[in-house]
């Protein structure tokens, strides 16, 4: 059983940081990614940034230059580090896997983690 663990939310005021934290474990192959979204209340959950199987790494215009993924894939450990956070950058953040269900296949599936609340406010 695939399990997402997300830490490191909390409370910041505006223009600090936070590093959030996912650790994958369990029997995972075909991994194709790991990365994170966020949602916050009434909203459609929304793309963060993801890292490849090959160490490929993209980021949501709206966070690019302030937050950064790290970490790798072979590991099933990734990170985000979110610097000069801003009120509209609170929501709940989830962490993401995306794998085939078998070698080779266009069948994929999703994992999510149970999320880790970030809220910037003064």
């Known amino acids: 059983q695939v399990q997402l663990v997300e830490s490191g939310g909390g409370l910041v005021q505006p223009g600090g940081s936070l590093r959030l934290s996912c650790v994958a474990s369990?029997?995972?192959?075909?991994?194709?990614?790991m990365g994170w979204y966020r949602q916050t209340p009434g909203k459609e959950r929304e793309w963060v940034a993801s890292m490849t199987s090959g160490g490929a790494s993209n980021t949501a215009d709206s966070v690019k230059g302030r937050f950064t993924i790290s970490g790798s894939v072979a590991s099933k450990t990734v990170y985000l580090q979110m610097n000069n956070l801003e009120p509209g950058d609170t929501a709940v953040y989830y962490c993401?896997?995306?794998?085939?269900?078998?070698?080779?296949?266009?069948?994929?599936?999703?994992?999510w983690g149970t999320g880790t609340l970030v809220t910037v406010s003064s």
């Open positions: 993401h896997l995306l794998r085939r269900t078998r070698p080779f296949s266009q069948q994929t599936m999703d994992h």
């Open positions: 369990g029997s995972i192959s075909n991994i194709i990614g």
